[in-house]
């Protein structure tokens, strides 16, 4: 009987860690068709709060990025899970800025393509280097990301409204990946946040192969 009752604990989790990962993995693939168009950051929209707020959301490439933020901070545990997601936000800010002048930065598209890559196998390797690490990696991702911000927004908008709105986006989608992150605590929970890695890694894969098959 005590036997059972440990075996019926283990086949729950590993039937949660089945259903949470395929669920993952779906949610990812059904932003798919929304990420063919959106790698090329054109512009889009009236510039106004509403835009900002779906432009991370509506592109596959800023949102598992995002979300893969909180997700290895929530990996790392304090301080990282606050820094991380306060570092990318702040530089992020900049890079919105320098786009919005039209000040040039080469390699935006593919950087935030690639972003989503490298966050996503951090997250599968469980990478632990020392705290500056994570924290100059995401500060370079989320320069790139906030360019693409800056250059998409339209110039009869509001760049105040526009860039709080993806601000605003931006810390949904990092709280979402912490959510996610805290199972770390229990064995299964871990194995759900690696999977989470996993999905986000494929998901830029289909991105970078998106923005190459548009190039060609």
Sequence with gaps: MGALRNAMPNAMHSAMLKATSWAIF?????????????????????GNFFDGFLHPITGLDHL???????????????????????????????????GLIGVPMPGVNAGVVISGLVLGLCVVFAVRPALWIPAVIVGAFGLLHGHAHG?????????????TGFVVATGMLHLFGILIGLLVRWPWGAKVVRASGAAIALAACYSLFTMIGNAS
Excluded: D, E, K
């Excluded at 068709?33 to 009236?46: D, I, L, Q």
């Design 26 to 46: 779906a949610i990812v693939l059904s932003w798919a068709g929304p990420a063919a168009a959106h790698v090329g950051h054109g512009t889009m929209g009236s």
């Design 151 to 163: 250059t998409a927004m339209p110039m009869s908008g509001s760049p105040i409204a526009f860039g």
């Design 64 to 98: 598992v990025a995002m979300v893969a933020v909180g997700l290895w901070g929530a990996q790392l545990r304090a301080p990282a899970i606050w820094l991380l997601p306060i570092t990318f936000p702040m530089v992020m800010a900049i890079g919105a800025f320098l």
